[in-house]
Structure formats: C-alpha cells, structure tokens
C-alpha cells in the first residue's frame, strides 16, 4: 500500500524559505515514478508545482514556479522534496505530494496521479 506523508509546511514571512518533504512508502523498488507537487489554495482549483522523474532525476516546473522552487529527491530515505524561496503572499496553499507510473516524457506536475499525500498548509504572511 503506498503511502505519502508531507511535512515542513507552516507560517513564514513573505521573503522566507521553507523545505516541504513527502515520505514515500509502498512505491515498488524496481519501478520509477513520476513524483510531483501540487497545491490548492482556498476557493481557487488544484495547480501543479514541479515534478521529478525518479528515474534519472530529471525535473519539471511549472512556469510560474521556476527560480524560486527546486524539487529534489534522496533516494536513500524514499523522500521527495520542495525548496521554496522568496516566498510570497500568493504562496499560500495546501500542498500536496503525488506519484504515478508514466513514462519520463509524460512525467510533470498536471494531470491525475494515482496516489495523493494529504497534504500541508504553507502560509505566507505579508
């Protein structure tokens, strides 16, 4: 059973740095994962952050997200993460950590994804 578990959400200043990590446990050793952030602010749809293909690493942003957000793996702990810096009011969400099975050319934050963390609130103060 796969399990994902965010954590490192919380209260900061517009300006601030936070670094979210999702616990991944039950993925299949011998398969690669699209693995991926999403977030959700209050009364606004779902928006994808980043995404990276387990594989061999390589990472995907969404346009709006690139330069202040990195996203990054550690193997050896079965942890995704997500570097946010100069972080801003509009950064405030819920945010999620997904995966799925696809193929690295379809690997990126968008579209469905079979398994869903349950997420961690950021909020960013002005």
């Known amino acids: 059973q796969v399990q994902l578990v965010e954590s490192g959400g919380g209260s900061v200043q517009a300006g601030g740095s936070l670094r979210l990590s999702c616990a991944a446990n039950g993925l299949t050793s011998t398969r690669f994962y699209c693995m991926a952030w999403f977030r959700q602010a209050p009364g606004k749809p779902r928006e994808g952050v980043a995404a990276?293909?387990?594989?061999?690493?390589?990472?995907y942003y969404a346009d709006s997200m690139k330069g202040r957000f990195t996203i990054a793996q550690d193997k050896d702990k079965n942890t995704l993460y997500l570097q946010m810096n100069s972080l801003k009011p509009e950064d405030t969400a819920t945010y999620y950590c997904?995966?799925?099975?696809?193929?690295?050319?379809?690997?990126?934050?968008?579209?469905?994804?079979?398994?869903w963390g349950k997420g961690t609130l950021v909020t960013i103060s002005s």
């Open positions: 990276l293909y387990t594989g061999g690493g390589t990472t």
């Open positions: 997904a995966a799925d099975i696809r193929h690295p050319l379809l690997c990126g934050p968008e579209g469905n994804m079979e398994y």
